[in-house]
T-cell receptor, first 112, second 112 residues
Framework: DTGVSQDPRHKITKRGQNVTFRCDPISEHNRLYWYRQTLGQGPEFLTYFQNEAQLEKSRLLSDRFSAERPKGSFSTLEIQRTEQGDSAMYLC??????????FGSGTRLTVV | DQQVKQNSPSLSVQEGRISILNCDYTNSMFDYFLWYKKYPAEGPTFLISISSIKDKNEDGRFTVFLNKSAKHLSLHIVPSQPGDSAVYFCAARKTSGSRLTFGEGTQLTVNP
């Protein structure tokens, strides 16, 4: 098991385009989280899945953001009509309980 | 509303000395606290945690102290090593939920 895997590592997109990120959690972990981190700030919670059920969404997750976790395995985070303010590091994490997440290396999004 | 705050953006110490990183929180519902370490271009890595029923937890060179009455926790690293140079994030979790709330981070630099 190689840990939490995120793809792509970097994404540059033009404003107004749609982007999708993928996260593959540690296989035995039933919980999966998405966080966003901007420069000089700590990670901010976006959403959380237990198996395939999306149990919590942050107010940060506007209507342009959607996350899925079909079959309770990998997850995707889609951002529609990207804005410059969406530029950030998007982090995925997984756990078996609520303690001690394992984070992936993140996807760095730059909207130009 | 920054519920978890790390007031020192940076800290510089000499190799072999003690590093003390501080964190304050405002929400009395937080019952579990964690420290993460982050190297550039990597996701945060879990370091050590403490439950609100304890006031100290130790793991090798790392000790976390919790002062509930002051809503303050600290991470002590003794002795500090150059490889400890990284950004350290304090995080907290509420009793009822699984999301983590992070502080802004402290950049620790350990000089040889």
């Amino acid at each position: 098991d190689t840990g939490v895997s995120q793809d792509p590592r970097h994404k540059i997109t033009k404003r107004g385009q749609n982007v999708t990120f993928r996260c593959d959690p540690i296989s035995e972990h039933n919980r999966l989280y998405w966080y966003r981190q901007t420069l000089g700030q700590g990670p901010e919670f976006l959403t959380y899945f237990q198996n395939e059920a999306q149990l919590e969404k942050s107010r940060l997750l506007s209507d342009r953001f959607s996350a899925e976790r079909p079959k309770g395995s990998f997850s995707t985070l889609e951002i529609q009509r990207t804005e410059q303010g969406d530029s950030a590091m998007y982090l995925c994490a997984s756990s078996r309980t609520g303690d001690g997440y394992t984070f992936g290396s993140g996807t760095r999004l730059t909207v130009v | 509303d920054q519920q978890v705050k790390q007031n020192s953006p940076s800290l510089s110490v000499q190799e072999g000395r003690i590093s003390i990183l501080n964190c304050d929180y405002t929400n009395s519902m937080f019952d579990y606290f964690l420290w993460y370490k982050k190297y550039p271009a990597e996701g945060p890595t879990f370091l050590i945690s403490i439950s609100s029923i304890k006031d100290k937890n130790e793991d090798g060179r790392f000790t976390v102290f919790l002062n509930k009455s002051a809503k303050h926790l600290s991470l002590h690293i003794v002795p500090s090593q150059p490889g400890d140079s990284a950004v350290y994030f304090c995080a907290a979790r509420k009793t009822s939920g699984s999301r983590l709330t992070f502080g802004e981070g402290t950049q620790l630099t350990v000089n040889p």
